[in-house]
């Protein structure tokens, strides 16, 4: 998809590509950036968008070949297809939204440091283009390391050059050029954008600071996403964290945490990540699946399931539940009651049939059983394996009044697998002319677009990662959901179903909801992208290298394969690990960190009884070793003098009175701070919508969490735009998400049928 259609090596190190994406160049602008990813097992590598060509439908990057994953793509020669590209990815330069009559009565001088050249060209250009006169200063540590030389003097007023060595241009940095202009040759300039290495441009910036010079810096960071969900950009901006991929890349340069900033990105340099494992820890960052023994776990009244014993299953992310036979399921189907009033099907989110299926597995019609769940839900076989069953279908079980009530999800599981096993066809309706846009592949937009596509209608799926299916592939682990087998093979169906798909496509930057609806002529839109920016504690210490957030730690092993050795994502967690945080995420990044060899630490500011988590979960977590401490609270994150994690002062807490959520209240303890030794801490506190497509569409109402605001059909504030899942109700269940989704289909279609 991506063709490479023009290669040149600018110097030994740094290449120049142009690659075709007509989406991305018709959507770029000056100061964005892109994410590229050379195949399947390749890093995700945030690039600058050196040019475009909204013509030839053409981006150019210009990288310096410095890792593994840059040398991957360097590879990669004329005619050859990148596997994924995703952008515009960023905030636009500020001065886009200037009037341009003031920028012309300005003075800008433009400052890059080596490959940082790349990022002003496009900037410099606009200039020109709108004929505003720019001077130029292009440092390097030699001659051979300069770039774009010719390109930027055709567009600038004065270029000016600098090396360490002074073999070409004034000997000396980029700063020396900076006195050398506003001393000597009485220079004049309101506005300077600095971009170049970290340490280029804190002493650039400093420089301008001292003679008054507004500056702006440009903060590409290494990430995973480039959407803000997985936290991992996050800089200090005027004391303030911002997110460099959402916020930024641009900031005021007065007001940045250089330091800070320049620890972080060395955390995420690959090679140097990949050595610090192999010194530092040794094997730990990965362990290759061990043999899977077969043991039976006492469930006390139900059928027992078959699960990997615990010291062999936290030393691999093979899943733990192998699941029922076809026996061990007609057994457990036999308990059920077959209630004339079943409150089953009450506290199910997608009111599925539950006493019929269970009636056909019993008589062992198990094609029967996956069609009347395939009425009501599309991912049966996810379900079945990731819904909190306890407080829902089987909550509401006569049975579990004195026992233990039916297994209905390991039951659900049991015929999801069955019908992936043997192919079952959905049944698809007459087709229809009409187009339907669904942004976002998580369980939301997966059932909407299902549900769209077997009522006949032309469903194009958009997805900003590489791979569909939001949180069921980067945020819920291997050993509870398996990928290839369960959620690849349930995504497989859409296709089936006639589902084009477009991924690496950022709705808001790619292209927004109003071009999809004006230009493309989508009938309706359906915005199912989450919740996706992670929330922090806002203590001090929160940015020091080692802490992370549970959605990069998750996604960087569950999208990125960092547990793997074959990949090129590492990820450095020491061997001490503490989660911060009692949810069913929290309980997946411990079992995970575990995994990867590390000793781990759950920490709650509750008591065990209060923990939001599944119970299962939490029972799975300790029989793997995971340590849990209650009724303490993080109040400051410790590091050594290099700015990595050493460890975590805590303070106690008690229990009060009941809150609004229901949950006993807690208070700190004064003077009982108290320091826990660690190297990596993970925050697991809940997440929050992506604001990109409220800032982006017209008309677009947002709700007090942040979401998009729809009434109870799930119409938001446009009549052709339909919302649900966690992007309006903020973080919650997948299965709650895939009642939004079918609901949400349902509508869409009475909204067509009566426009």
Known sequence: MFEIVNKKWLTPIICYMEIEAPELANAAKPGQFLIVKADKKGERIPLTICDYNKEKGTVVIVFQVVGKGTKKIAKYEIGEHLQDLVGPLG????????????????????????????????????????????????????????????????????????????????????????????????????????????????????????????????????????????????????????????????????????????????????????????????????????????????????????????????????????????????????????????????????????????????EGDLESASKIIANYSSLPAICGRVCPQETQCEGKCILGIKGEAIAIGKLERFIGDWALEHEIPFEVKEKKDEKIAVIGSGPAGLTCAGELAKLGYKVTLFEALHKLGGVLSYGIPEFRLPKDDIVDREIHKLYELGVEVKTDTIVGRTVTVDQLIDNDRYCAVFIATGAGLPKFMNIPGENYNGVFSANEFLTRVNLMKANRADYDTPIKIGKRVFIVGGGNVAMDAARTAKRLGAETTVIYRRGEDELPARREEVVHAKEEGVNFE?????VEIMADENGWVKGVKCIKMELGEKDQSGRASVKEIPGSEFILDGETVIMALGTSPNPLIGETTKGLNINRRNGVDVDSNGQTSRAEIFAGGDAVTGAATVILAMEAGKKAALEIDKFLKNK
Not at 107 to 134: E, H, M
Not at 164 to 180: L, P
Not at 333 to 352: D, E, Y
Not at 630 to 634: Q, Y
């Open 630 to 634: 209650f009724l303490i609270n993080p």
């Open 91 to 362: 905030q636009p330069s500020e001065f886009l939204n200037e009037d341009i009559n003031k920028l012309k009565k300005e003075k800008y001088l433009f400052v890059a440091g080596g490959v940082g050249t790349a990022p002003i060209y496009p900037q410099i250009k606009w200039f020109y283009d709108n004929s505003i006169d720019v001077d130029v200063i292009i440092g390097s540590r030699n001659k051979e390391a300069i770039i774009l030389i010719d390109e930027i003097s055709k567009i600038s007023k004065n270029l000016y050059l600098s090396t360490d060595d002074g073999r070409f241009g004034k000997k000396g940095k980029v700063t020396d050029v900076i006195d050398d202009l506003l001393k000597n040759r009485k220079k004049e300039y309101d506005h300077a954008v600095i971009i170049g290495p970290i340490m280029m441009m804190k002493f650039a910036s400093q420089k301008c600071r001292e003679y008054g010079i507004k500056n702006t810096v440009s903060l590409n960071p290494l990430m995973i996403d480039g959407t803000g969900m997985c936290g991992a950009c996050r800089v200090t901006i005027d004391g303030n964290v911002k997110f460099a991929c959402v916020d930024g890349p641009e900031f005021d340069g007065d007001k940045v945490d250089y330091d800070e900033a320049l620890r972080r990105q060395n955390m995420y340099k690959t090679d140097i990540g990949r050595n610090i494992l192999a010194l530092e820890d040794g094997d730990t960052h990965h362990n290759d699946s061990c043999p899977i023994h077969d043991e039976i776990i006492d469930d006390s009244g139900r059928i027992p399931v078959r699960e990997q014993h615990p010291t062999v299953r936290n030393k691999n992310f093979a899943e733990v539940s192998y699941g029922y036979n076809l026996e061990e399921a007609q057994k457990e189907a036999r308990r059920c009651l077959n209630c004339k009033n079943p409150m089953c099907v009450s506290g199910c989110p997608v009111n599925i049939n539950i006493p019929a299926f269970i009636q056909k597995i019993k």
